[in-house]
């Protein structure tokens, strides 16, 4: 992108974007001299124009993708009450919504696999072709056309989820690396891929998509549920063909990972993802120093108090700047220190970092970065 000169003007609040979490404030819009979408996409280049936060990307899960309302995590155009959350997923898995924690979990009791030899007799493949992809693009057609937001299209219960799913966790964790049933599980994560290719072809078609955020959690608050060897074998080759394919289609690969898992870092550079934000039990300023020029991290930085002074605010904005907005390493602020993003942080932070960008953009173009 064409480098475009920080004006003061730009600080001008225009608007305000409502919070994903309703306890927490609005977001002020400035007068951004590219959409906020273009800055996203330009920052997937690493050619940002000014620090992504959270008022870049947008989510978009509408509910007739089934895993979106079992999971109780729909997001479009029209909005589902939580009471009508949980329920079958394509498989025909059935989830139950639990309010207090705000999502789902798979029905105990019963799990449609004891082993994952069994997937190949067992294992219902949805008919994705059956589903209302033409009405579902109509009745979200303005929501996102009017959203100058990147949109990331969310597929839920990736693979070692999906595999929970069938399995329950023990039974998953054991058939991920015993000898008798490593084969079948990697044979079920291609058919997986396979599927998330024609899902990803669908997203393409009816609704545009640009970019897709896989859902596939790894680890407890404490370590990862499975070595990085074993992710390595099990994981790394179908992400890879998914990424792959994702990019073949001109599209951004984020990858959603919670738990302790900066161990696999190497694994998601591996597979090809574009871009990772981990969560605050992660050392993701570790992670930006070793990868940020292989992944495009989501940073957690050093937080200040609640009684911190608009001065101190002021001086952490210029700190992140200073430290993780590098050449050929951008880097996404994190949403899990959302709370960081006071007024006068983020515009000292967007102001500082518009400057920075601007500075580098000038000098890659006569060669000196």
């Known amino acids: ?87 079958k997923d394509m498989f025909g898995i059935e989830w139950v919504y639990v309010p207090v924690a705000g999502g789902s979990m798979v029905k105990p009791g019963s799990p449609l696999l004891n082993d994952a030899n069994e997937w190949y007799s067992k294992v219902v493949w949805p008919d994705i072709d059956s589903w209302d992809w033409e009405g579902s693009a109509k009745s979200n057609e303005e929501y996102l056309k009017n959203n100058d937001m990147f949109m990331l299209h969310w597929i839920m219960n990736g693979y070692f989820e999906r595999l929970i799913s069938f399995m329950d966790f023990e039974g998953a964790a054991v058939a991920m690396i015993d000898e008798d049933q490593k084969e079948a599980v990697k044979e079920l994560f291609e058919k997986l891929t396979d599927l998330y290719i024609k899902i990803i072809d669908k997203f393409i078609k009816y609704y545009h998509a640009e970019g897709f955020t896989v859902h596939d959690d790894w680890g407890s608050q404490k370590d990862p549920f499975f070595s990085p060897a074993t992710c390595k074998e099990m994981l790394v080759a179908p992400m890879r063909r998914l990424t792959d394919y994702i990019h073949s289609r001109g599209c951004i690969a984020d990858f959603h990972c919670c738990g302790h898992v900066e161990r696999q870092v190497p694994n ?102």
């Open 1 to 87: 992108m064409k480098n475009i000169r920080f004006e003061p003007k730009e600080l001008q609040v225009v608007g305000e974007m409502p919070s994903f979490m309703p306890e927490m404030p609005g977001t002020p819009l400035y007068d951004f001299p590219v959409t906020r979408r273009q800055n996203y996409i330009a920052t997937m280049k690493k050619e940002p124009i000014w620090q992504v936060t959270n008022i870049e990307a947008g989510l978009f899960t509408p509910q007739v993708y089934p895993d979106n309302v079992a999971r109780g995590f729909v997001f479009e155009a029209n909005m589902l009450a939580p009471e009508l959350f949980g329920g």
């Open 268 to 369: 998601m550079v591996d597979a090809g993802w574009d871009s990772w934000s981990g969560m605050l039990m992660n050392d993701t300023k570790e992670v930006y120093e070793k990868y940020g020029d292989k992944i495009i991290i989501g940073v957690n930085p050093d937080p200040f108090g609640p009684d911190a002074s608009e001065e101190e605010q002021r001086a952490a904005a210029k700190d992140y700047v200073g430290k993780y907005c590098q050449p050929g390493k951008p880097s996404i602020f994190n949403l899990y220190s959302a709370d960081m993003l006071t007024p006068a942080f983020r515009e000292e932070l967007y102001k500082l970092s518009r400057i920075k960008f601007q500075e580098l953009a000038e000098a890659s173009s006569v060669g000196t970065v």
